[in-house]
């Protein structure tokens, strides 16, 4: 008897730029097209995962929830995690200096080098 193959809807595969770097978080630009999430912008922010791979500098695989494990150093197991300046993991903010910054929580740090994503909807902050 044959076993039908579940597809998975945890990843996906993406074009992006060489800029745009495995453990970036990032936001859909067009259909299967992303970009490395910026905090001052809010099109930019609104978070859709993380790059886990990247085959070549514009093919990247985007995971969109679940524990990403092993991208990162540093992070403190059982705190949130939002989504910095450099389109990277952090567990602080900083408030602009002048005018509006989104905060973004990702999810939780797992361990020092893991995330589980639970992606929220941005919140703008002024300084």
Not at 79 to 85: G, H, K, L, Q, T
Request: glycine share 8%; charged share 15%.
């Amino acid at each position: 008897m044959a076993t039908a193959r579940r597809r998975s809807t945890d990843h996906f595969a993406a074009t992006c730029t060489a800029l745009d770097l495995v453990g970036h978080f990032v936001y859909l630009n067009a259909p299967a097209d992303v970009r490395t999430s910026d905090v001052f912008v809010l099109d930019h922010i609104q978070t859709i995962g993380i790059i886990v791979s990247k085959s070549s500098s514009t093919d990247c695989i985007v995971q969109r929830q679940g524990e990403v494990v092993g991208l990162y150093a540093g992070l403190t197991p059982g705190r949130r995690v939002m989504v910095d300046e450099a389109g990277l993991p952090t567990h602080t903010f900083t408030r602009p200096v002048t005018g509006l910054k989104w905060i973004q929580w990702a999810g939780i740090a797992t361990s020092g080098s893991s995330i589980y994503l639970e992606l929220q909807a941005p919140v703008g902050v002024l300084p």
